[in-house]
């Protein structure tokens, strides 16, 4: 009779275990008080509380993430608060009865709004200059930056021909005037160059110029591998100091996809500060949106991006 | 224990093989299940180093926004218990059920997306899409009892965006400024049946539409909204406008509508056919019933809401939290005062 009960017992674990995150869904502590009563049906807390989780549960749990993430690297220190209502008064002082409008969209008052969106959007900010500065090492591997000039040729002859001029020391202006196609995309001008910018520049000269050891022109005319008949390039590697162009690369990779930086950055600190679910329904929503938030299961990013 | 292992050394390693497949196959189930969590009696959804989030965190970040949500579980209340579900209703709740399903089952997740949605209006999962479905047939039918008990009020917005129902003709031309002679040809003998005959007649005999010819041409409701790019109607511009500027019994003369996208050109005549909201309401075509009750709930974006509310007002409703009360309150003064300053 014990054998047959302990048999039992383990039948019920294992089929638990199998069926898995059966009962690991959160609820709130006073899930039963009844906000209203319409005939004989309550609606409760908890019943509400279901619906949030089942609408937006995991945008806003990541919402949470991120602000505990920024207070814990950023806080909130007197300076944040100043600028918080020094930028409050300059919304309130452009627009009539912004406190009551402030109110109809859901807010209690002044003091909610500085705490609830722009304290944490003045944090953001901060987190994002501070990213470009502890993720040093990621950024540059996965953007490869560096500072260069790119001359654009529709021939090859123009090509070498420009690239035979700069290795004389001919006046730089002069080459890019004489050599540059029509439609070129870049003029003689340094900007950065990054992944970013396969789009319009060939991924063979991002990573030449990131390889590159030393400043200077770089010895080959380079064009993209798929294509018969150019544009090809001559550059000229200005700088890969990251330290040192760290503004212009932030600037830069920030205004050309400011969503793949702030989801980086906020990846970056999720795996820093350990983040783990503990809400099956939360991390099977999450696994099929953004998976790169597990990050204490990188495989699940990973196969996502193959 | 040697001699037994000696002698059933076959059985051990089979044994030993099924226990490691059996073991990497509860793992390989189980790896990506979450290990419940609490903090300070607070059940937890994440956690990042020490600090916790917790349900009561999510719960409080989203009632200050959670007007519309409390608002919906109220009305779903409202309509469920003012209304029974008549045999009719539960049919066309399981056609708008299938309706919903065959438009979405080809993405990916779609059960899901719709849980999502249902959840924003007050339903839990997506087993409950059914129970969405009837609320909205339901909905519908106190929407038209209310109307027609007060029809002049709630029709009156309603008079100035035009409305009517329509019929076309239509032909497909390949250069509008130089007609072939079989489609000279088909022009002219829509031309004469018109003079001769009625414009069901003209339309049923020679026009191309192939869903409006099978019925007499008759295409339905439309009013001023239907001039408007987010409108599903599948009209032109250009056909709508002549339609609107229309009498009751008058046809348009052919108008030439050329896709911006296929280059493809037509030729089209409109007639139309009722102008009357009373006679519009009235009519047996389900399509054009719906049409008029969307376009009279539309014409007055308070109207909804304060059909709810007199219904509301035959049932038991206790509010236990006041704060929720407020927030209702406060949602509905919303609804009802901003639009209203807007229609004055």
Known sequence: MKANKVKGLLVIGCTCMLIGGCSNSATINNASDVLFTVGETTVTRGDEYDLVKNANGSTLTIELVRQAIMDEEIGRTEEIQKEAEEQYESNASSVDNYEESLKEAGYKDKDDYIEKVIIPTIQQEKLLDQYFTDAKEEITKTYKPTIAKILECDTREDAKNALSALQDGKDEATVWDTYSRESANFSNEEIVVSTLMEETLPTYVINTLYSQDEAGIVDEVMTDDESEDGPYYVAILVSKDYDENKEKIQENLTLRNSDQIDNDCLVYYMKKHNLEFHDQEIFDSIRSTNPEYIVNHPELAEEEGQ | ?344
């Open chain 2, 1 to 344: 224990m040697n001699e037994f292992l000696r002698n059933n050394w076959f059985v051990v390693v089979i044994a030993v093989i099924i226990i490691a497949f059996i073991s990497y196959f509860i793992y390989d189930e189980t790896k990506y299940n979450v290990s419940k969590a609490s903090a300070d009696g607070q059940e937890v959804l994440a956690s990042i180093d020490e600090k916790s989030i917790t349900a009561q965190d999510l719960y409080d970040y989203s009632t200050p926004f959670d007007s519309s949500l409390i608002y919906n579980l109220y009305r779903n209340q409202v309509v469920e218990q003012s209304i029974e579900a008549t045999e009719d209703m539960e049919t066309d709740a399981k056609e708008l059920e299938d309706a919903i399903n065959s438009n979405s089952s080809g993405t990916t997740n779609y059960e899901a997306s719709i849980a999502q949605e249902l959840a924003m209006y007050g339903y839990k999962g997506y087993e409950q899409l059914y129970d969405y479905c009837l609320m909205t047939v339901k909905e519908a039918q106190l929407q038209r009892d209310y109307i027609e008990d007060h029809f002049e009020e709630c029709t009156e917005p309603l008079k100035e965006n035009n409305p009517r129902t329509i019929s076309i003709i239509s032909m497909s031309v390949t250069d509008p400024t130089s007609l072939t002679e079989d489609e000279q040809k088909k022009k002219d003998n829509i031309d004469k049946a018109l003079e001769s005959e009625s414009f069901a007649d003209a339309a049923t005999a020679y026009s191309e539409d192939t869903s409006t010819a099978s019925n007499e041409g008759f295409y339905g409701y439309i009013d001023t909204g239907a001039l408007s790019s987010s409108s599903s109607n599948s009209l032109d511009a250009t056909v709508v406008q002549a339609a609107l500027d229309l009498d009751k019994g008058e046809t348009s003369d052919w108008i030439t509508v050329t896709d911006s996208n296929t280059g493809l050109s037509s030729l089209y005549r409109v007639h139309v056919d009722e102008t009357d909201i009373q006679s519009i309401w009235d009519s047996k075509n389900e399509t054009v019933s719906n049409s008029i009750l969307s376009a009279v709930l539309n014409a007055d974006s308070t109207l909804s809401y304060r059909i709810v509310e007199e219904y509301a007002k035959d049932l038991d409703i206790q509010f236990e939290d006041e704060e929720t009360q407020n927030k209702l309150e406060d949602y509905l003064a919303q609804q009802l005062g901003d639009d209203s300053d807007e229609s004055e």
